[in-house]
């Protein structure tokens, strides 16, 4: 181990994330630098448009704003918040059946980490193909995932309370 931090919220606390455009806005040039990044970009309506590593989304609502008909996706993968998604799956695995709360935070889990890959894979296919049906497919996907999932709670709830009354 390296010892390097993989990762560093914005102001370096997670809890400070939502000052972070107005702290850079104050210390830095950046109103001027982004107007300067716009001008390069030159947006046009019906273009699509891939802000990769968006953090906060500033620069993909200044897009937006500049080509209000452009089609703006701004894409921020945070990995260790995938990874820590990852791991908490792979965690409840073997526990996820010994009772709701359980199996609750492992369907979570669960789609939310594939929630991620699929976006991932779909704002690439989006981009690409400039067809919105890899977008619809992952929030069909999504949809069936949440829906069988709290299914699958009630279900575990209803026979646990059964059971705790019962016996």
């Known amino acids: 181990m390296t010892g390097e931090v993989p990762f560093a ?3 370096g606390h997670a809890a ?3 000052l972070y455009d107005a702290a850079i806005s ?3 040039c950046e109103g001027r630098w982004r107007r300067a990044l716009l001008q390069q970009v030159a947006p046009r309506d019906g273009e ?3 802000d990769v590593g968006c953090g906060t989304g500033t620069f993909a609502l200044m897009l937006k704003r500049a ?3 452009a089609r703006v996706i701004g894409l921020d993968p945070r990995r260790p918040a995938l990874a820590a998604n ?3 799956v792979i965690t409840l695995l073997s526990r996820q ?4 709360n359980l199996r609750s935070a492992w369907l979570c889990s669960r789609n939310y980490a594939v929630g991620n890959i699929l976006v991932i894979f779909a ?3 989006t981009a690409a193909t400039r067809s919105p049906w890899p977008d619809f497919s992952v929030g069909v996907i999504m949809c069936l995932l949440f829906v069988s999932g709290s299914q699958a709670v009630y279900s575990q709830v209803r026979r646990e309370s059964g059971a705790a009354v019962v016996g």
């Open 9 to 11: 919220p914005a102001l």
């Open 86 to 88: 990852l791991g908490t």
């Open 67 to 69: 080509a209000p008909n």
């Open 123 to 125: 704002v690439g296919a």
């Open 16 to 18: 400070l994330t939502p």
């Open 97 to 100: 059946k010994r009772d709701a």
């Open 48 to 50: 699509t448009i891939l």
């Open 26 to 28: 104050l210390m830095t």
